[in-house]
């Protein structure tokens, strides 16, 4: 079980997040059910804080906590007094003044959720959903369950899965929540990227780094396709759309590669033709759409986690 | 310490309770045994078990009360364990639960809730393995291994072999 906040994957264990993957697991398995809503976490509040643009993250967090009978309040910096220039810290202290037990938060600044995690404006459990460059946790753990489910239904966790993560490994918090979760699960990770678009000190990550995706393609049991992301590519990360796609896209003939069991996942949402060809996206491989079934059942175990018991020092022995 | 139940003791128990079962509901047709996570489950297993010997198969599942509990903002989180339906579901059938304690009732209010979610039995019954008494809701049980009257400082604490190396209810002052 993990308490307080998830605010990094470097936070859980791997016993914390087989956990979380395990109560998704039964919490999938209710919600599949004739009635979908559990009343576990009725009277609880919680806020979605959206400082970035987001559909599935947001909308996954909402279904999530619903389906749990929480209320709650979604808050996103258009159209709201952030907009006007009010602060992180007054944002927070009106939060907390209504009354909210979670803040699900989305920032463009890395480390945003820990810095509100860290100070006294607020006292809700803070939980991130994506920080700038940084991370995004519950889309690894997302990602973590949709690869046991298809490929390791059976095993304690991913020993010996061969992941495969291609793209914008620079700008990517999926990539770096990704590589820290599916390590920790026993996967092996090798990513590939244009030279450009890995970060400095990739070199000490606990992965395999490669520029060539061809050489790639065939030895890996899961192929992540990161999305190339349009409003960052202000410097030139490379020449064109066209060339990137061509060494770096998931096409037809990568994709008659791939080994007989393999999926195929992509974060979401996708650039069509850019990373991910339209029949890649489509193709039975494809567990995409798993992915963002996936992400209630996870968001829900990790509020359930969160909220379910008392707050920190409330319980009773 | 005091022990309020041997291993023979609780033999003797589920043998009786299995042949209550029976008789009260005329056979097994329309049985669900629905076991209460961890050692509810285990005793259900038994009872299925034995009535499997003397009487024939019997329909049983588990039942997980976590995400229905109305203590859960009084304690620490508790990990969510499987809930599993026989094949025949539990929709209009007559459905035993199986608990080792009665305590407050409060852990049956919520296994009621959560049958609720999974169908309409045409009937709830209730086995447990030790009635301590102290309730706090309009809540009994249908098929009691032992009586126990307990002071409400004390605790009652359950052995099975399939957690705990031996069979023995022992009450801790």
Same mark, same amino acid.
């Given at each position: ?317 | ?34 076991? *209460? ?16 010997? *003397? ?119």
């Amino acid at each position: 079980m993990i308490t307080g906040h998830l605010l990094s994957i470097d936070d859980l264990t791997r016993e914390s997040a087989m956990g979380i993957l395990s109560t998704a697991k039964e919490l999938a398995i209710i919600t599949e059910g004739p009635n979908k809503k559990l009343p576990t976490l009725r009277g609880k509040t919680v806020v979605n804080l959206f400082f970035e643009d987001s559909t599935r993250t947001r909308i996954s967090f909402e279904t999530a906590a619903k389906r749990l009978s929480a209320d709650v309040i979604n808050f996103s910096a258009k159209g709201s007094s952030v907009s006007k220039g009010e602060s992180l810290k007054d944002t927070a202290q009106t939060l907390q003044a209504m009354g909210a037990d979670a803040v699900v938060i989305r920032h463009s600044s890395s480390g945003a959720a820990k810095r509100l995690a860290d100070t006294q404006w607020i006292q809700a459990a803070v939980i991130n959903a994506g920080d700038g460059t940084h991370e995004h946790p519950t889309q690894a753990l997302l990602d973590a369950y949709t690869i046991k489910q298809h490929l390791k239904q059976d095993s304690a966790d991913l020993s010996g899965v061969k992941v495969l993560i291609v793209g914008d490994i620079l700008h990517s918090r999926v990539a770096r929540s990704n590589v820290l979760l599916l390590t920790k699960l026993g996967a092996t990770v090798t990513l590939v990227a244009p030279p450009t678009l890995f970060p400095v000190g990739v070199e000490n990550w606990p992965v395999k780094i490669s520029y060539n995706l061809d050489e790639e393609i065939s030895k890996c049991d899961v192929v992540m396709m990161l999305r190339i992301q349009l409003e960052r590519m202000s410097d030139s990360f490379f020449p064109t759309a066209q060339e990137y796609s061509k060494r770096y896209g998931l096409n037809s003939s990568r994709l008659a590669r791939l080994s007989k069991d393999a999926i195929v996942m992509h974060p979401g949402p996708m650039n069509r033709g850019l990373e991910i060809s339209a029949e890649s996206a489509d193709d039975l491989k494809s567990v995409i759409i798993d992915q963002v079934k996936n992400g209630v059942a996870v968001r829900m175990a990790v509020l359930y986690e969160l909220l379910g018991g008392a707050a920190f020092g409330e319980a009773k022995s | 310490m005091a022990i309020l139940l041997s291993g023979t003791e609780i033999d003797r128990a589920i043998k009786r309770i299995s042949h209550e079962i029976i008789e009260h509901n005329q056979g097994v047709n329309n049985l669900v045994l629905m076991g *209460i996570p961890t050692r509810g489950a285990f005793l259900a297993e038994r009872i299925c078990t034995f009535i499997n010997e *003397i009487e024939a198969p019997v329909a049983k599942g588990v039942l997980d009360i976590t995400l229905h509990r109305d203590d859960l903002r009084l304690r620490p989180p508790k990990p969510i364990l499987p809930t599993t339906l026989p094949a025949g579901g539990i929709e209009g059938k007559d459905v035993v639960l199986v608990d080792d304690v009665l305590f407050s009732g409060r852990t049956i209010r919520a296994a009621l809730d959560a049958i609720g979610e999974l169908g309409r039995p045409r009937t709830v019954q209730l086995a447990v393995l030790i009635d301590r008494g102290h309730r706090q809701l309009p809540i009994r049980a249908d098929y009691v291994g032992k009586n126990v009257p307990t002071s409400i400082s004390e605790s009652v604490k359950v052995h099975l072999a399939e957690l705990d190396e031996e069979d023995l209810v022992e009450l801790l002052k």
